[in-house]
């Protein structure tokens, strides 16, 4: 299906691990070595690693070696003037190509449904003309979109690839991940069902006093990524809550160390934090940004930029706090937060009752939404909260920040 030219329009929805990037990236491989152009579309830009590496094995250790005139990490160039190059997938990166083949890869993670469908009139001069989508499943994702099409208009060119059906799937994996993950997103992960959230959020949830194991880990710390990291979630009215945490050296465990208040004040909250920042050099901070939160956001950096011009801080200590401070929204359909949450689903976290009771309580009964009808993943709303948003703004600080 990969391969064949009479089949303009394809899609392989596969199990996680099922080989779907790599056999795609042979497929259009070939394409090109023989004068085609063919482009690899990634939702993302780390998504780009991936293809990025196999792309190289492939041409390094095979005879297509002899034929590329230009080579990079992104683009191989062959001397009949075929060519195939990895891309992100966004709008910008789609005008004005002229292409044989196309293969977003990970729709389900695609910006929008507009993306996808901007990358279509690229093939409307190729007598090639072919296009491959490739993904697991995601509820109300672009992904989902093309699917229910697809479903109506040819459903013989679907594909579904369980990880029952590739034999290089470690048996022992997939049983820890059945394990590990909530029954919903095993099945759409491994299963490839597109199932809707239910029921608790997490599940892997431990309530310990884990102090010895923090004291265990500070001896193995072999990188500053483990210290701790913040998440800030803005609310005038209840107060601008911090949640602090921090992870094991290799990333199996989340230790919440510590929620506070910061009042209501959003000027003296900022003091707070730079309070932080200033006395812990490997303190980063993720806050949440979008909407009105823009507002307290830009707040923040303008107090930063003011200390700087007063002299407070020096050339060097601005620099250094400026750059451990991300801004993050949580956008109107809720990619980000869903990110983070299924980001979280492989480890253990681990909380103190005592320690931080409001987040503690808040892991527990955080619930999806099961009476939203957008389609996509929601978590069910509650105006109290805000220590699970912030809790889920230091996870993801502390994943990537």
Sequence with gaps: MLLDPTIKEAFILASRGASKTYDLVKAYLYYASIGFHMVFFSATAPMM???????????????????????????KIFKNGGWFLIRNLTEANIRGLHIDGIAPDEICEAKSDEVINAATPTLSTSKLGIIRYLTTPKLGSPAHTVWKRMSLDSPENQLIRLYTECPYIQLSAVEHARKTYPDWYFRQEYLCEWTAPAGRIFTNVLHADFTTMIEEEDKLREWVRTHNRGGLDWNPAFGHVLVIGRYNRIKTKHFV????????????????????????????????????????CDMLFA?????????????????????????RPWDSMGKNKMKSITALYPLTIYVDDARTPMTSEWLDKASWDKEDTSGAPKVLKDPEMHWFDAFLHEAWCGMHG
């Design 49 to 75: 690693a991936q293809p990025k590496w196999y792309l190289n094995q492939l041409c390094k250790n095979t005879f297509l070696r002899y034929t590329i005139d230009v080579d990079n990490m992104e683009s």
């Design 257 to 296: 160390v510590n929620e506070i208040n910061l009042g209501t004040d959003a000027f003296h909250a900022i003091e707070q934090l730079f309070t932080l920042l200033e006395e812990d050099k490997n303190f980063k901070l993720e806050i949440e940004d979008g909407g009105t939160n823009s507002g307290y």
């Design 303 to 327: 107090e930063l930029i003011r200390r700087h011009r007063s002299g407070e801080y020096l050339d060097e200590q601005y620099k250094d706090i400026s750059k451990r401070i991300y801004r």
